[in-house]
T-cell receptor
Framework: AQKVTQAQTEISVVEKEDVTLDCVYETRDTTYYLFWYKQPPSGELVFLIRRNSFDEQNEISGRYSWNFQKSTSSFNFTITASQVVDSAVYFC???????????FGKGTHLIIQP | SQTIHQWPATLVQPVGSPLSLECTVEGTSNPNLYWYRQAAGRGLQLLFYSVGIGQISSEVPQNLSASRPQDRQFILSSKKLLLSDSGFYLCAKGTGEKLFFGSGTQLSVL
Protein backbone atom coordinates (compact mmCIF):
# COMPACT_ATOMS: atom_id res chain seq x y z
CA ALA A 1 0.00 0.00 0.00
CA GLN A 2 1.13 3.50 -0.71
CA LYS A 3 1.06 6.34 1.76
CA VAL A 4 1.96 10.01 1.67
CA THR A 5 2.41 12.02 4.84
CA GLN A 6 2.41 15.78 5.00
CA ALA A 7 2.89 16.41 8.70
CA GLN A 8 2.50 20.17 8.46
CA THR A 9 -1.19 20.97 8.41
CA GLU A 10 -0.69 24.72 8.22
CA ILE A 11 2.30 27.02 7.89
CA SER A 12 2.19 30.79 8.21
CA VAL A 13 5.15 32.98 7.27
CA VAL A 14 5.74 36.59 6.44
CA GLU A 15 6.31 37.56 2.84
CA LYS A 16 9.89 37.16 1.57
CA GLU A 17 10.69 34.41 4.03
CA ASP A 18 11.77 31.02 2.74
CA VAL A 19 9.51 28.12 3.56
CA THR A 20 9.85 24.35 3.21
CA LEU A 21 6.93 21.97 2.90
CA ASP A 22 7.68 18.43 3.99
CA CYS A 23 6.56 15.24 2.31
CA VAL A 24 7.35 11.69 3.36
CA TYR A 25 6.14 8.70 1.39
CA GLU A 26 5.86 4.94 1.68
CA THR A 27 5.76 2.48 -1.19
CA ARG A 28 6.92 -1.02 -2.03
CA ASP A 29 7.24 -0.23 -5.70
CA THR A 30 10.74 0.20 -7.07
CA THR A 31 9.50 2.48 -9.82
CA TYR A 32 7.28 5.33 -8.77
CA TYR A 33 6.53 8.98 -9.36
CA LEU A 34 6.30 11.85 -6.92
CA PHE A 35 4.31 15.00 -7.47
CA TRP A 36 3.52 18.37 -6.01
CA TYR A 37 0.26 20.13 -6.78
CA LYS A 38 -0.89 23.60 -5.75
CA GLN A 39 -4.52 24.29 -4.89
CA PRO A 40 -5.26 28.03 -4.81
CA PRO A 41 -8.50 29.33 -3.29
CA SER A 42 -10.26 28.75 -6.60
CA GLY A 43 -9.99 25.02 -5.89
CA GLU A 44 -8.44 23.75 -9.08
CA LEU A 45 -5.33 21.62 -8.68
CA VAL A 46 -2.31 22.97 -10.51
CA PHE A 47 0.49 20.59 -11.39
CA LEU A 48 3.91 21.80 -10.21
CA ILE A 49 6.38 18.96 -10.65
CA ARG A 50 6.83 15.26 -11.24
CA ARG A 51 9.92 13.22 -10.34
CA ASN A 52 10.52 9.57 -11.04
CA SER A 53 12.19 7.31 -8.53
CA PHE A 54 15.36 6.95 -10.55
CA ASP A 55 16.09 10.62 -10.70
CA GLU A 56 17.28 12.01 -7.40
CA GLN A 57 18.58 15.22 -8.83
CA ASN A 58 17.20 18.22 -7.05
CA GLU A 59 15.32 20.64 -9.22
CA ILE A 60 14.98 24.39 -9.17
CA SER A 61 12.36 26.36 -11.04
CA GLY A 62 12.48 30.05 -10.27
CA ARG A 63 11.65 30.48 -6.58
CA TYR A 64 10.63 26.82 -6.27
CA SER A 65 13.00 23.98 -5.50
CA TRP A 66 12.51 20.33 -4.69
CA ASN A 67 14.72 18.02 -2.65
CA PHE A 68 14.20 14.31 -3.36
CA GLN A 69 15.98 11.95 -0.98
CA LYS A 70 15.30 8.27 -1.47
CA SER A 71 17.26 7.35 1.66
CA THR A 72 14.71 9.13 3.84
CA SER A 73 11.73 8.67 1.49
CA SER A 74 11.22 12.39 1.36
CA PHE A 75 10.34 14.86 -1.36
CA ASN A 76 10.41 18.32 0.19
CA PHE A 77 9.37 21.53 -1.50
CA THR A 78 10.97 24.90 -0.78
CA ILE A 79 9.70 28.31 -1.79
CA THR A 80 12.34 31.01 -1.65
CA ALA A 81 11.39 34.63 -1.01
CA SER A 82 7.73 33.74 -0.59
CA GLN A 83 5.00 35.96 -1.98
CA VAL A 84 1.37 36.44 -1.03
CA VAL A 85 0.34 34.71 -4.28
CA ASP A 86 2.01 31.56 -3.01
CA SER A 87 -0.76 31.21 -0.43
CA ALA A 88 -2.54 27.95 -1.21
CA VAL A 89 -2.89 24.36 -0.15
CA TYR A 90 -0.03 22.23 -1.45
CA PHE A 91 -0.38 18.52 -2.00
CA CYS A 92 2.32 15.93 -2.32
CA UNK A 93 1.34 12.78 -4.21
CA UNK A 94 2.74 9.39 -5.16
CA UNK A 95 2.02 6.96 -7.95
CA UNK A 96 3.40 3.67 -9.25
CA UNK A 97 2.46 4.82 -12.74
CA UNK A 98 -0.55 2.58 -13.09
CA UNK A 99 -4.12 3.32 -14.04
CA UNK A 100 -5.24 3.69 -10.43
CA UNK A 101 -4.09 7.27 -10.19
CA UNK A 102 -2.22 9.12 -7.49
CA UNK A 103 -2.17 8.77 -3.72
CA PHE A 104 -2.29 12.18 -2.10
CA GLY A 105 -1.16 13.51 1.23
CA LYS A 106 -3.58 15.57 3.31
CA GLY A 107 -2.07 18.80 2.12
CA THR A 108 -0.31 21.72 3.77
CA HIS A 109 -2.11 25.04 3.96
CA LEU A 110 0.49 27.72 3.33
CA ILE A 111 -0.34 31.27 4.39
CA ILE A 112 1.94 34.07 3.29
CA GLN A 113 1.28 37.24 5.22
CA PRO A 114 2.12 40.62 3.69
CA SER B 1 -5.67 19.70 -25.04
CA GLN B 2 -6.09 18.80 -21.40
CA THR B 3 -9.38 20.64 -20.93
CA ILE B 4 -11.68 19.08 -18.38
CA HIS B 5 -15.20 20.37 -17.97
CA GLN B 6 -16.97 19.87 -14.68
CA TRP B 7 -20.40 21.08 -13.68
CA PRO B 8 -22.00 22.42 -11.69
CA ALA B 9 -19.37 24.43 -9.81
CA THR B 10 -21.44 24.43 -6.63
CA LEU B 11 -24.39 22.37 -5.55
CA VAL B 12 -26.57 22.33 -2.46
CA GLN B 13 -28.71 19.23 -2.03
CA PRO B 14 -30.91 17.92 0.78
CA VAL B 15 -30.15 14.63 2.49
CA GLY B 16 -31.76 11.76 0.65
CA SER B 17 -31.87 13.48 -2.73
CA PRO B 18 -30.17 12.04 -5.83
CA LEU B 19 -26.92 13.33 -7.29
CA SER B 20 -25.43 13.52 -10.75
CA LEU B 21 -22.12 15.25 -11.40
CA GLU B 22 -20.83 15.28 -14.93
CA CYS B 23 -17.33 15.50 -16.27
CA THR B 24 -16.33 15.69 -19.90
CA VAL B 25 -12.80 15.85 -21.22
CA GLU B 26 -11.11 16.88 -24.42
CA GLY B 27 -8.01 15.52 -26.04
CA THR B 28 -6.84 12.02 -26.87
CA SER B 29 -9.34 9.21 -27.05
CA ASN B 30 -9.70 6.54 -24.38
CA PRO B 31 -8.28 8.58 -21.51
CA ASN B 32 -8.13 7.25 -17.97
CA LEU B 33 -10.63 9.20 -15.91
CA TYR B 34 -10.87 9.69 -12.17
CA TRP B 35 -13.18 11.03 -9.47
CA TYR B 36 -11.54 12.35 -6.33
CA ARG B 37 -13.18 13.81 -3.24
CA GLN B 38 -11.68 16.35 -0.90
CA ALA B 39 -13.50 16.50 2.41
CA ALA B 40 -12.91 19.44 4.75
CA GLY B 41 -9.52 19.17 6.42
CA ARG B 42 -8.58 16.05 4.50
CA GLY B 43 -6.53 15.20 1.47
CA LEU B 44 -7.80 13.97 -1.83
CA GLN B 45 -9.40 10.55 -1.78
CA LEU B 46 -9.72 8.50 -4.94
CA LEU B 47 -13.33 7.36 -5.37
CA PHE B 48 -13.47 5.81 -8.83
CA TYR B 49 -11.37 5.43 -11.91
CA SER B 50 -12.12 4.24 -15.41
CA VAL B 51 -9.80 2.96 -18.12
CA GLY B 52 -12.51 2.78 -20.78
CA ILE B 53 -16.21 2.97 -21.63
CA GLY B 54 -18.26 0.98 -19.17
CA GLN B 55 -15.20 0.09 -17.06
CA ILE B 56 -15.36 1.40 -13.51
CA SER B 57 -13.11 0.59 -10.57
CA SER B 58 -14.22 1.58 -7.11
CA GLU B 59 -11.66 2.42 -4.48
CA VAL B 60 -13.92 3.18 -1.55
CA PRO B 61 -17.23 1.43 -0.78
CA GLN B 62 -19.97 3.99 -0.26
CA ASN B 63 -23.32 5.11 -1.55
CA LEU B 64 -21.81 6.73 -4.62
CA SER B 65 -21.48 5.19 -8.05
CA ALA B 66 -19.81 6.16 -11.30
CA SER B 67 -20.53 5.50 -14.94
CA ARG B 68 -18.77 6.11 -18.20
CA PRO B 69 -21.35 6.06 -20.97
CA GLN B 70 -19.05 7.66 -23.54
CA ASP B 71 -15.32 7.77 -24.07
CA ARG B 72 -14.91 11.30 -22.77
CA GLN B 73 -17.74 11.40 -20.23
CA PHE B 74 -17.53 10.38 -16.60
CA ILE B 75 -20.52 10.70 -14.27
CA LEU B 76 -20.66 10.50 -10.49
CA SER B 77 -24.05 9.59 -9.03
CA SER B 78 -25.92 8.80 -5.89
CA LYS B 79 -29.49 7.62 -5.35
CA LYS B 80 -29.68 9.09 -1.85
CA LEU B 81 -27.17 11.60 -0.54
CA LEU B 82 -25.82 11.50 3.00
CA LEU B 83 -24.49 14.38 5.05
CA SER B 84 -21.05 12.76 4.84
CA ASP B 85 -21.11 13.11 1.05
CA SER B 86 -20.42 16.81 1.38
CA GLY B 87 -17.10 17.81 -0.08
CA PHE B 88 -15.21 19.06 -3.08
CA TYR B 89 -15.34 16.65 -6.01
CA LEU B 90 -12.65 16.71 -8.63
CA CYS B 91 -12.59 14.97 -11.97
CA ALA B 92 -9.21 14.17 -13.47
CA LYS B 93 -7.74 12.61 -16.57
CA GLY B 94 -4.37 11.10 -17.22
CA THR B 95 -2.33 8.25 -15.88
CA GLY B 96 -0.26 7.48 -12.85
CA GLU B 97 2.49 9.47 -14.51
CA LYS B 98 0.49 12.68 -14.41
CA LEU B 99 -3.04 13.80 -13.73
CA PHE B 100 -4.84 16.89 -14.96
CA PHE B 101 -7.71 18.12 -12.85
CA GLY B 102 -10.96 19.90 -13.55
CA SER B 103 -12.14 22.92 -11.60
CA GLY B 104 -14.20 20.87 -9.17
CA THR B 105 -17.73 20.83 -7.75
CA GLN B 106 -18.39 21.96 -4.19
CA LEU B 107 -21.23 19.79 -2.89
CA SER B 108 -23.05 20.70 0.31
CA VAL B 109 -25.54 18.19 1.63
CA LEU B 110 -27.92 19.74 4.17
Amino acid sequence: AQKVTQAQTEISVVEKEDVTLDCVYETRDTTYYLFWYKQPPSGELVFLIRRNSFDEQNEISGRYSWNFQKSTSSFNFTITASQVVDSAVYFCALSAGGADGLTFGKGTHLIIQP
Amino acid sequence: SQTIHQWPATLVQPVGSPLSLECTVEGTSNPNLYWYRQAAGRGLQLLFYSVGIGQISSEVPQNLSASRPQDRQFILSSKKLLLSDSGFYLCAKGTGEKLFFGSGTQLSVL
